[in-house]
């Protein structure tokens, strides 16, 4: 991986807050895919500790800027600790600007994958997973980088 995705898929802070600075002033906007109960992919429930076949909150968005997708991202938690999170209640507003304000914030380390975002067409160079957890709440968050934002930043293709 070039030092420049490096930069980006390797960071542990948030990546709402990283779009926006690079952005430069580009209007930045999550566009709400999708957000429902559903059934976890075998991987995400593996990733999460979760029994095969059980119900979860599962979202999905594209981090936008100036319309255009730059990120797609599919965040999974599981229900017996959703109770109060109020996640159903953020519509367009990021995950992330609440999950980092928590104060008592885990992140498990980083996976990487070069393969394509099972849940989007959009084609990018990375991929990468990781699980959030304050108290008892627990959510995975997968993030594709996408060639638009690598053209328009400038980035190596991979
Ligand atoms: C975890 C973060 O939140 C981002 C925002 C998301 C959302 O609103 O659904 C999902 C994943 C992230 O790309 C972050 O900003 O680092």
Known sequence: MSPDWWAWVASRDSLTARLIEAGAGRTFRVRLLDQRLGRPRPDEARALGLTPG???????????????PWVVARSVAPLAQLRGSR?????????????????????????ITAGPAPFHPARGPWGRRSVFRHGRFAVLVQEFFLDAMADELGLPSR
């Open 54 to 68: 059980r119900l979860a909150w599962l979202r999905e968005v594209a981090l936008c800027l100036e319309g255009q």
């Open 87 to 111: 996640l159903d209640r953020l519509g367009e507003r990021s995950l992330g600007s609440w999950l980092f304000r928590q104060p008592d914030l885990a992140r498990s380390p980083i996976e």
